[in-house]
């Protein structure tokens, strides 16, 4: 099991930035990527970006490129997504995600361990 808490959510004017992270622990030998994901109020849960677990591919929703960066710690066994000029419609839950399908998905079906998500609100 794969146990995931994001953290560095908050309230943010528009035009800030916010880094979040995700601190993984539990079993993650069988991990292949891990992704992050968002929620927004009354719609449908969003792919953002994937990273490789063990490898530096990286993958970010094409409408998302410029503003949204993954990356990975691998000394603090976490993975963080950096927005910067954050908009009113990136105001959402944040989810950190892995999975063990050996491809890089954007399919939420796709990913085993989810977190519990961060909230971010983008408010002047």
């Known amino acids: 099991q794969v146990q995931l808490v994001e953290s560095g959510g908050g309230l943010v004017p528009p035009g800030g930035s916010l880094r979040l992270s995700c601190a993984v622990s539990?079993?993650?030998?069988?991990?292949?990527?891990m992704a992050w994901f968002r929620q927004a109020p009354g719609r449908e849960r969003e792919f953002l970006s994937i990273?490789?677990?063990?490898?530096?591919?990286?993958a970010t929703a094409d409408a998302l490129k410029g503003r949204f960066t993954i990356s990975r710690d691998n000394a603090k066994n976490s993975i963080h997504l950096q927005i910067d000029n954050l908009q009113t419609e990136d105001t959402g839950v944040y989810y950190c995600?892995?999975?063990?399908?050996?491809?890089?998905?954007?399919?939420?079906?796709?990913?085993?361990?989810w977190g519990q998500g961060t909230r971010v609100t983008v408010s002047s």
């Open positions: 990273i490789g677990w063990r490898s530096d591919n990286t």
């Open positions: 539990g079993r993650t030998d069988s991990v292949f990527a």
């Open positions: 995600a892995s999975t063990t399908y050996p491809y890089m998905t954007h399919r939420s079906s796709r990913y085993e361990s």
